[in-house]
């Protein structure tokens, strides 16, 4: 290598590390956006500082500049947005909430949005879309030229959360007659390529799928060999109508970086990609979470009354089952009246009850999400899991049935609270799993209604066991 060509590999390599320092100093110890930063930010924003927001928000990666927008209030966003004007990162629009991309969209012009997404994978493309109105869809896509037009609209009208909603419509496909070289030629002189790849799909003269090449295999091939020689036959394919989750689930299973995803006849319609299924797991995981608490889809950047309007369901449902446990103490006023020590022990008894339901909800709902409970060891993990209620109810009873004793100095109501805690925590492991399970059955996602329910059950049967030995054995 002489001294220039040294020279100018020093300075190819110097510079995106010079890149990424900018890029990592935009963030505190604590992951957020660093206070000074959006300060420095806030006043180019205010002054109208084009040139310190193309040396310094430009160049963020569309990851970095989500965080940033999300961080900023909504006329900073609005402000940022026009300054930036052409420069602006579209694509870090699919890395912020909702209600956030919804906010800058609804101000930029459809003339705007429609050129912008033409730069872009059609997979962001289609994200930023599915969330428009119907007419303003139909006007950005109107604009775009013919071909990208019918990919995006084809995309578009899969259901949501779908394999073929998350495709990228933009791929490498040639037939198994061409040899190595061909496909090299080929990757090397056609410029609308997609931007990366790492697979090559092998397809016949009506699109069917017939089978994939990884990029490193097509590299350690000598040239004159054909496509057909070196590829592998499809597994487990795609297909566009599979919810996102499976989809996942195929990609952790079988180590995949791109799929193929294809429609009902078995023709290439789009790839699917890691970094997508990424952003699924992600999103079911976050959904799973939320669902369990009775939110539903709501986000940070959501407003007062939608925020509200997410919660109030599940409260008014909790409230019902709530005064449904208040009914079954009201059958024994008569009792609580003559031993005040059973209203101060009953909060102990169904919170124990409601943690260990919780506890085994939690489980089940996340098994069943990732597909890890199933008929066939549904029988084995209830009873694995009745028993670790069994033997948690009898830990906590004996610890739970002294400290009774000691307190009000009546080992039977030390007695009558440890059976009423075995009790309550083997209901609490049985609801955990069972209710999930039916929920899962019928049709019912698990996550949205178990918790209420699984609450319901240990609340009625912990005060009815607990209020019902007392009044038998004490008063």
């Not at 008929?375 to 830990?395: D, F, K, Q």
Request: charged content about 25%.
């Amino acid at each position: 290598m002489s001294e220039e060509d040294n020279r100018e590999w020093e300075t190819e390599t110097e510079a995106p590390a010079a890149e990424a320092g900018v890029h990592s100093d935009i963030y505190a110890e604590d992951g957020s956006v660093r206070h000074d930063f959006l300060a420095s930010l806030g006043a180019a924003i205010a002054d109208r500082d084009t040139l310190w927001l193309h040396d310094h928000i430009v160049s963020l990666h569309e990851s970095e500049l989500g965080d940033v927008l999300e961080s900023i209030n909504t006329p900073q966003r609005r402000a940022l947005v026009r300054l930036l004007g052409d420069q602006f990162d579209f694509a870090a629009l699919t890395e912020v909430d909702e209600a956030i991309r919804l906010e800058i969209v609804d101000g930029l012009p459809n003339e705007k949005i429609a050129e912008a997404l033409g730069e872009l994978d059609s997979d962001d493309a289609v994200y930023i879309l599915e969330d428009l109105d119907e007419e303003d869809q139909q006007e950005i896509l109107a604009r775009l030229p013919f071909t990208e037009r019918v990919r995006l609209r084809r995309a578009l009208d899969y259901p949501e959360d779908t394999a073929g909603r998350r495709m990228q419509t933009e791929f490498v496909a040639v037939p198994p007659f061409w040899t190595v070289g061909q496909t090299i030629d080929y990757m090397r002189d056609d410029e609308d390529l997609p931007g990366s790849f790492s697979q090559i799909f092998v397809i016949d003269p009506t699109f069917k799928l017939v089978g994939s090449v990884n990029l490193d295999r097509i590299l350690r091939t000598k040239r004159q060999t054909k496509i057909e020689e070196i590829m592998d036959e499809p597994r487990s394919p795609i297909t566009a109508e599979m919810d996102q989750e499976e989809a996942a689930q195929i990609f952790e299973q079988y180590d995949l970086l791109s799929a193929a995803v294809v429609d009902d006849n078995n023709r290439l319609v789009g790839v699917l990609t890691i970094d997508d299924v990424v952003d699924v797991i992600h999103e079911e995981a976050d959904e799973d979470i939320k669902r369990l608490a009775g939110v539903g889809d709501e986000e940070l950047s959501d407003s007062v009354i939608a925020t509200v309007r997410s919660r109030v369901v599940w409260l008014l449902v909790n409230l019902c089952t709530a005064l449904l446990s208040s009914t079954v103490i009201s059958l024994f006023d008569a009792t609580i009246a003559q031993m005040v020590a059973l209203a101060v022990l009953m909060p102990v008894v169904a919170s124990m009850g409601g943690n260990a339901g919780t506890q085994t909800m939690t489980v089940t709902v996340r098994a069943l999400a990732t597909r890890d409970l199933d008929i066939y060891n549904a029988g084995r993990i209830i009873r694995r899991e009745a028993t670790v209620g069994l033997i948690n109810g009898l830990i906590f009873s004996v610890l739970i049935g002294t400290v009774a004793a000691i307190w009000f100095a009546n080992p039977g109501l030390g007695g009558v609270i440890a059976t009423a805690m075995v009790v309550n925590m083997l209901a609490a492991a049985l609801a955990g799993i069972l209710l999930p399970l039916l929920l899962d059955k019928f049709g019912a996602d698990p996550a949205i209604a178990s918790a209420v329910f699984v609450t319901m059950v240990t609340d009625v049967i912990g005060f009815f066991a607990f209020l019902g030995l007392a009044s038998m054995w004490l008063v």
